[in-house]
Structure formats: structure tokens, C-alpha cells
């Protein structure tokens, strides 16, 4: 059985020392959303650490063992954890495809890229779940290309409650090897945050597009 707590601990750790993961509650950054955000997330930083990425690639492994023994197939949602997919099917020894944000303007049209047959039991990697709305895109073209969407994983959540509930919705089960809360408290612990930011960044979770304001 793998322990989730020491993962999550050690991916917050690591995402934070690579600087994937940014802290600045005085100076916020803004999204392409146009939110301002005390947080910022790119991790496809990872790949460029080699021990880092390939812990990433051991945890995910490990919890598609752990949680969806019958997998047949790795999907990896474009861009960003394309991959990161690729690395965990190999690990797995098991196909890989990927699903584009959109369908191609030419030729067949894919959303999903690679052999995929239909009923086959597909588990998807994300590298990052903010509201949820491009993962459950991509679930869903999995789904009417025939896939069987058996979950997803994430390396990281913000632990929106809009998250939750299109996941709900969508009728799909879904984890991450860490989280917001975690990472709160690794911030604070390597003195990356104080007490006082942490009280920051818990106000803009709670409500992220009126925060700034």
C-alpha cells in the first residue's frame, strides 16, 4: 500500500525547491484568465529535473497500481502531461495516446491521438487541476471515442470546489500525488511562507476571481 501523505509531502517539497510551483502573496501573478493569483504552477519544470521527474513518473505508477489495477491504456492530456503520460506508460509497459485540446483542422480530425480501442480501460494523467474543465474535456473525448475512463491523476490541485463538482458531474474519479493544503504546509514548514501568508492564500482559494479585488 503506498503512502499518499509522504508523496504528496515530497512532490510539494520538490515542486516548490525546482520553483514549479511559485509563492507570492505581496506581488500576485495573473493567469491568462485574467485572475490575480498569489500562486503560479508550470509543471512541466519537472521534466527538466531528472531525480524529480523521475519520482513523478514512480508515484503516478505506483497509483495507477494501487487504484486502477486494470488499466490498458495511458492517456496524457495535451500539452502539458504528454509527457508525463509517456513516462508513466512506459513504466507500466502499457500503450500510450494522447488527447488534443482540440480536433485537428485537417486530415482524420483526432481529438485522441494513438491506437485506442473501444471498451478499453483507460486511466488519464493531467499535470495540474485548477476547475477541472480541460481534464473533463478530455475524459469525455476519451469516452466517445469508446474509451472506458476508469480516473484521473494530477501532480497537483488547487483544491477548488468547482473542481470537485465537475468531477462529480462528469461521473469521474479522480486523485492527486498533492495539493494545495500540502503544500501550505511545506511552504510554511521551509520557510518559503509565513503565518501571515498563509492566511493570504488560503482567502484567494476560497474565492480566487474576487480576491484581488
Request: net charge neutral; with cysteine.
Amino acid at each position: 500500500m503506498i503512502d499518499i501523505n509522504k508523496i504528496s509531502q515530497n512532490i510539494a517539497n520538490d515542486l516548490l525547491q525546482i520553483k514549479a510551483i511559485k509563492l507570492s502573496p505581496s506581488n500576485p501573478f495573473t493567469w491568462a484568465s485574467g485572475i490575480k493569483s498569489p500562486i503560479y504552477c508550470d509543471n512541466r519544470k519537472t521534466l527538466s529535473y531528472p531525480k524529480v521527474r523521475d519520482y513523478v513518473r514512480d508515484a503516478f505508477a505506483e497509483m495507477v497500481r494501487d487504484n486502477f489495477a486494470d488499466v490498458d491504456v495511458i492517456a496524457g492530456v495535451a500539452t502539458g502531461a504528454i509527457a508525463q503520460g509517456v513516462l508513466v506508460a512506459q513504466a507500466l509497459n502499457i500503450p500510450f495516446v494522447y488527447v488534443r485540446s482540440g480536433a485537428k483542422k485537417h486530415g482524420l480530425e483526432n481529438l485522441v491521438e494513438g491506437n485506442l480501442e473501444k471498451g478499453q480501460n483507460v486511466v488519464v494523467i493531467e499535470d495540474l487541476v485548477s476547475t477541472g474543465g480541460s481534464s473533463i474535456k478530455a475524459v469525455e473525448a476519451l469516452r466517445e471515442a469508446g474509451a472506458n475512463v476508469l480516473g484521473l491523476i494530477a501532480i497537483f490541485t488547487y483544491g477548488f470546489k468547482i473542481a470537485e463538482e465537475n468531477f462529480a458531474k462528469a461521473n469521474c474519479r479522480w486523485t492527486t500525488l498533492s495539493n494545495y493544503e500540502t503544500l501550505m504546509d511545506i511552504a510554511l514548514s521551509s520557510n518559503h511562507i509565513n503565518k501571515e501568508d498563509v492566511s493570504v492564500l488560503k482567502k484567494w482559494r476560497e474565492n480566487p476571481s474576487e480576491w484581488a479585488k
